[in-house]
């Protein structure tokens, strides 16, 4: 370990986190790879079309986003099996990375993801990336069609409506599922912190200890 | 006598240095006060820094919602051999011939909270190339791309939760911020833990760089410790005999609460 880090573990005596930084404009030629975006090949019987688009806070759509998925298969099972980066065309790796379109737009291949138990609403992982957002974002898409699962889910229910429905994609008739990001403003995404992740965004004002505050909601908006 | 102004120059309409530096430094001076206040040091960038003026439409203004991860969240996806050839950590093979530029090795341990190596994990890395030049099209600074060298390495974790690539060392660039705006010399990295909520992507920078202090990407880390992290060390138990000096740079990724389990310790042995 370099001294950086053991010098500064934290009161809960957990290593003090690198931090992030924005992928910046130039992560076209690295990070997306061939077939990135098809989880599944496309027109194969068992798969649906995942979109949107990125948008700012003048509603504008972002060229230079990059959007990740992680989820599980339609029966709700967690993939384990490698393979993401060279597509075999037959294993299902549940994750998938593709760069927004020059319209703003990203397209994902895949399954609607099963619950993982029963009676759970089943959601896809999202982590947004972009030139301009200094750290990656977490959120969900959630399946719209089981109600009653949907308003046990422990996210949503601690969410006002308003909220609520930007993590809930919406079918369209062909069966794609949209799922629209939007960074700030109006209808703006919910987007996720976890326990010991460390982030002043997460705090009611710059510099406030995020400690223990999980499930109190947004109250806190800067 | 009547002088008329030169026509002006659209570069320098721009926001200065010294704007900019001022902006920077108010906003640290801030933390402080707020760090002898009592408040916990930061330990993150900011998404909302106006001094990056492309973060002030693109950071949200609500607070980041507190969730407990589920299911899928509290795994990763798996990579391994199939997806990672080992020659992929050399950036300067990729090509019939050597890159121009300061061979060097960057290696290091990427950790969880608790300090467990993070295993069979990926980590990818892009960069400019030794005139600070990408590849990418977008890039139009007027400095050589180098046609043996394209700045993209990936590589699969060790049991230590090591890794190790062999490249040339970037130099700074230009961009558009404000005017006369470089960054400091950096290698973009992106890595996976154990669980997807620990994923990270940021930037490795080198040690005494002197840009450091000018540019609003690094010091959108309020904290000076915190912006340490993210400079490498010069290590010479990496430089090798007449081939290449050696950075070290450990990464530690957040979150990683989840119980270890059994069924961990077996999917170790696959």
């Known amino acids: 370990m370099s001294s950086h880090h053991e010098s500064t573990r934290a009161a809960d005596d957990q290593l003090v986190p690198t931090p992030g930084q924005t992928v910046g404009p130039f992560f076209g030629y690295a990070l997306p790879y061939a077939q990135d975006g098809e989880l599944l090949a496309p027109g194969h019987p068992r798969s649906i079309r995942l979109y949107g688009t990125v948008t700012d806070g003048a509603g504008q759509t972002l060229p230079d986003a990059m959007i990740e998925i992680w989820q599980p298969d339609e029966h709700g099972r967690v993939p384990r099996e490698t393979g993401s980066l060279v597509r075999d065309g037959y294993t299902f790796t549940g994750f998938g990375r593709t760069g927004v379109d020059d319209a703003g737009r990203y397209t994902f291949t895949t399954v609607d993801p099963g619950a993982t138990e029963p009676g759970k609403a089943p959601f896809i992982a999202v982590a947004v990336f972009a030139r301009g957002l200094m750290n990656h974002l977490h959120t969900r898409v959630y399946l719209p069609e089981d109600a009653a699962a949907l308003a046990a889910d422990p996210l949503l229910s601690s969410l006002e409506p308003d909220r609520r429905e930007t993590l809930i994609g919406v079918r369209e008739p062909d069966g794609a599922l949209r799922f629209d990001i939007r960074l700030q403003g109006e209808g703006e995404t919910v987007f996720l912190a976890f326990p010991h992740h460390h982030d002043p965004d997460d705090a009611a004002s710059p510099g406030q200890s995020p400690h223990g505050r999980a499930g109190t909601g947004d109250a806190g908006a800067q | ?270």
């Open chain 2, 1 to 270: 006598m009547d002088v008329q102004p030169p026509p002006l120059d659209p570069a320098a309409t721009m926001e200065s240095q010294q704007t900019l530096s001022a902006e920077i430094a108010a906003i640290h001076q801030q933390h402080r006060d707020a760090v002898a206040a009592g408040e916990t040091p930061e330990t993150q960038p900011r998404r909302n820094f106006p001094p990056y003026r492309s973060s002030l439409l693109r950071h949200p203004t609500k607070s980041l919602h507190h969730a407990d991860p589920e299911t899928i969240e509290l795994v990763s996806p798996a990579f391994g051999e199939r997806d990672v050839h080992p020659l992929e950590a050399d950036l300067t093979i990729q090509h019939d011939g050597e890159p121009i530029g300061e061979r060097i090795v960057v290696a290091g341990r990427v950790l969880d909270g608790d300090g467990r190596p993070v295993r069979n994990q990926l980590v990818e890395v892009w960069q400019a190339n030794a005139a600070g030049r990408y590849v990418h099209k977008r890039d139009q600074h007027p400095a050589p791309i180098d046609p043996n060298f394209t700045g993209v390495g990936r590589v699969i974790t060790g049991d230590d939760g090591e890794y190790r690539f062999t490249t040339i060392k970037p130099a700074p660039y230009p961009w558009k911020n404000h005017h006369n705006a470089w960054r400091p010399a950096h290698i973009h990295f992106s890595l996976f833990g154990t669980e997807f909520t620990q994923r990270i992507v940021t930037q490795m920078y080198f040690p005494g760089d002197p840009l450091f202090d000018l540019d609003p990407i690094y010091q959108s880390i309020t904290d000076q410790r915190a912006r340490d992290r993210l400079v490498a060390v010069y290590d010479h138990s990496l430089t090798s005999h007449e081939w290449a000096t050696g950075y070290r740079w450990d990464i530690v990724l957040t979150g990683g609460d989840r119980t270890w389990t059994e069924d961990d310790a077996e999917a170790e042995e696959h």
